[in-house]
């Protein structure tokens, strides 16, 4: 390879020498032929010949050395464009790369994906974890009624059927998970086409719409400490301070979902602008006789939610980590109170029908939310009996003192108190002895299970007996159906709440309802 780099170097020099020794010969032979003509004109035809022939080489090496000078351009240019392809390729891949992430990894929503034969074929984390799967391997490629057992399986199948036909389907169902939780889930199926029009398949979209308060009372039931008292700037800061994995979660959830990199201001403009919408749910009086009024409890979505912008209850968790539930509390009760004064021109409207507000664990720290109650209600000549503030029974323990500060000053003012989610893990009637309690909503984990489990009925009736012994009504929460209705009626229970009874609507249309 060196000799051959050498040549490559002297061959230029190589043949001007020999151009030149070439020439010097001619000359010398001429010179010692004296100058015959003849010999001259032999003599300068050899050397015009050399010369020409030395210059049409130098002529082709150097047509060579353009062409390959123009092949190496265009190749450098082929390379440059390659490089920029790649490059933008490798951003593409990489963006790709980040969204299939988040709907992988981060996004909240449950996704799958069956084929034709019943088999799973995609499925996210969190569909993983709804299922509570550590491994994918225990999902990808089996069947479907293998992963969700029989008795799944059949609740769905004729939805299943329906999906392979090419209809798309939606509806809500109830599910339970190992630890006890209860979640509504929003279920969508929604077909895949081939090219030949069949369907080769369906997506599972299932969304969690579980009402909030049941997702806090979680939060809350493995936290220790208080939360903190009056949101505003200094709680913004102070979570912001020393960032958790959870932390991390939500941001990165936010800024890819929402479009938005500050929650807190997102969530305070929602407030300032009035994106938020309330919803009411009906809780059913059980007697027979016509003396119960049916109430409402109050229930908040954000517009983005309602216009599938946003997943539903997302909010929720970007509020309690900012310290921006009892603001959001505050906008809830100003609205519920000042609805309530529009309709009392309305001789047709209900009186006596309570409004039950949910209030998180710091609203029921904040000193000055009772003083912004009073205000409200003189404000807009509401009485205190139209309110009922409902407070979660895992926040009686770690908040005892601020909870009874609370009732006792908003009891003052006529208003009631339920407590929701009551024996979901122990029944603590002992917390009610100092503590004037109007309503008990008796948790759904348990209303769900007393037409099947012998224990969650003697539970209910349990807690029903007691409570009618101290002068408390109960409300059973999450009723699904008749029978169970039914079999709340057999023991006195004297409120159900739940999809078996009613869906959420919003608040402007209960009046149309009542007056209609």
């Given at each position: 390879?060196?000799i051959?780099?050498y040549?490559?170097?002297?061959?230029p020099?190589?043949?001007a020498?020999?151009?030149?020794a070439?020439?010097?010969v001619l000359?010398?032979?001429?010179?010692?032929?004296?100058?015959?003509?003849q010999?001259?004109?032999?003599?300068?035809?050899?050397?015009?010949?050399?010369?020409?022939?030395l210059?049409?080489r130098?002529?082709?090496?150097?047509?060579q050395?353009?062409?390959?000078s123009?092949?190496?351009a265009?190749?450098?240019?082929?390379?440059?464009?390659?490089?920029?392809?790649?490059q933008?390729f490798?951003?593409?891949?990489?963006?790709?790369h980040?969204?299939?992430?988040?709907?992988?990894?981060?996004?909240?929503?449950?996704?799958?994906?069956v084929?034709?034969d019943?088999?799973?074929?995609?499925?996210?984390k969190?569909?993983r974890?709804?299922?509570?799967?550590s491994?994918?391997e225990?999902?990808d490629?089996?069947?479907?009624?293998?992963?969700?057992?029989?008795?799944?399986?059949a609740e769905?199948?004729?939805?299943?059927?329906?999906?392979l036909?090419?209809?798309?389907?939606?509806?809500?169902?109830?599910?339970?998970?190992?630890?006890g939780?209860?979640y509504?889930?929003s279920?969508?199926?929604?077909?895949?086409?081939g090219?030949?029009?069949?369907?080769?398949?369906?997506?599972t979209?299932?969304t969690?719409?579980?009402?909030?308060?049941?997702?806090?009372?979680?939060?809350?039931?493995?936290?220790?400490?208080?939360?903190p008292?009056?949101?505003?700037?200094?709680?913004?800061?102070?979570?912001r301070k020393a960032?958790?994995?959870?932390?991390?979660?939500?941001d990165?959830f936010?800024?890819?979902v929402?479009?938005e990199?500050?929650?807190?201001q997102?969530?305070v403009?929602?407030i300032?602008?009035?994106e938020f919408?309330?919803f009411v749910?009906?809780?059913?009086?059980l007697?027979?006789?016509d003396?119960?009024?049916?109430?409402?409890?109050?229930?908040?979505?954000?517009?983005?939610?309602?216009?599938?912008?946003?997943?539903?209850?997302?909010?929720f968790?970007?509020a309690?980590?900012f310290?921006?539930l009892?603001?959001?509390?505050?906008?809830?009760?100003?609205h519920?109170?000042?609805?309530?004064?529009?309709r009392?021109?309305?001789?047709?409207a209900?009186?006596?029908?309570?409004?039950?507000?949910?209030?998180?664990?710091?609203?029921?720290s904040?000193?000055?939310?009772?003083?912004?109650?009073?205000?409200?209600?003189q404000?807009?000549?509401?009485?205190?009996?139209?309110?009922?503030?409902e407070?979660?029974e895992?926040d009686?323990?770690?908040?005892?003192?601020d909870?009874?500060?609370?009732?006792?000053?908003v009891?003052?003012?006529?208003c009631?108190?339920?407590?929701s989610g009551?024996?979901?893990?122990r029944v603590?009637?002992d917390?009610?002895?100092?503590?004037?309690v109007?309503?008990?909503?008796i948790?759904?984990s348990?209303?769900?299970?007393?037409?099947?489990d012998p224990?969650?009925?003697a539970?209910v009736?349990a807690?029903?007996?007691?409570?009618k012994?101290?002068?408390?009504?109960?409300?059973?929460?999450l009723?699904?159906?008749?029978?169970?209705?039914?079999?709340?009626?057999?023991?006195?229970?004297?409120?159900?709440?739940g999809?078996?009874i009613?869906?959420?609507?919003?608040?402007?249309?209960?009046?149309l309802?009542?007056?209609?």
């Open positions: 390879m060196r051959k780099s040549y490559r170097a002297l061959r020099y190589v043949s020498a020999a151009v030149i070439t020439a010097t000359v010398l032979t001429i010179f010692f032929t004296a100058f015959d003509l010999w001259i004109a032999f003599l300068a035809g050899v050397l015009i010949a050399s010369i020409l022939a210059a049409s130098a002529s082709r090496a150097e047509w050395v353009a062409r390959r123009a092949k190496l265009s190749a450098q240019k082929a390379l440059e464009r390659e490089t920029r392809l790649r933008k490798e951003e593409a891949y990489t963006a790709s980040e969204r299939s992430q988040l709907l992988d990894e981060v996004f909240p929503v449950m996704v799958a994906y084929d034709s019943g088999r799973f074929r995609y499925h996210n969190a569909y974890h709804w299922l509570d799967v491994m994918p225990k999902i490629g089996r069947l479907v009624r293998d992963v969700l057992g029989p008795g799944v399986y769905i199948k004729k939805a299943t059927e329906r999906v036909k090419g209809d798309t389907v939606l509806y809500e169902r109830t599910h339970q998970m190992r630890n939780a209860i509504r889930l279920v969508q199926l929604v077909p895949r086409f090219a030949d029009g069949t369907v080769c398949g369906y997506f979209v299932l969690d719409v579980t009402q909030h308060k049941h997702v806090q009372a979680a939060a809350r039931g493995t936290a220790s400490g208080k939360q008292v009056k949101p505003g700037a200094a709680a913004v800061d102070s979570a960032p958790s994995e959870q932390d991390l979660f939500i990165s936010t800024q890819q929402t479009g990199k500050d929650a807190a997102r969530i403009a929602a300032e602008d009035g919408a309330l749910q009906r809780i059913m009086a007697a027979s006789h003396g119960e009024p049916d109430h409402f409890e109050i229930l908040i979505r954000l517009r983005e939610e309602e216009e599938s912008l946003m997943v539903p209850g997302a909010f968790p970007l309690e980590k310290g921006l009892p603001r959001l509390d505050r906008w809830v009760l100003q519920v109170v000042e609805w309530t004064a529009s009392k021109a309305d001789a047709s209900r009186t006596n029908s309570k409004f039950f507000v949910n209030l998180a664990g710091a609203t029921l904040d000193t000055e939310f009772p003083s912004f109650v009073q205000n409200e209600l404000r807009n000549g509401v009485p205190g009996s139209a309110v009922c503030f407070i979660a895992c009686l323990p770690s908040r005892r003192g909870v009874e500060h609370f009732v006792g000053q009891r003052q003012l006529g009631q108190i339920a407590i009551f024996g979901r893990d603590s009637l917390l009610l002895d100092s503590l004037p109007n309503f008990l909503k948790d759904g348990i209303i769900l299970d007393i037409l099947r224990v969650a009925l539970k009736k807690i029903n007996r007691v409570a012994g101290i002068g408390i009504k109960t409300i059973a929460e009723v699904e159906s008749d029978q169970t209705i039914a079999r709340l009626r057999d023991f006195q229970v004297d409120y159900a709440q999809f078996g009613s869906r959420p609507q919003p608040l402007t249309k209960l009046a309802a009542e007056t209609g």
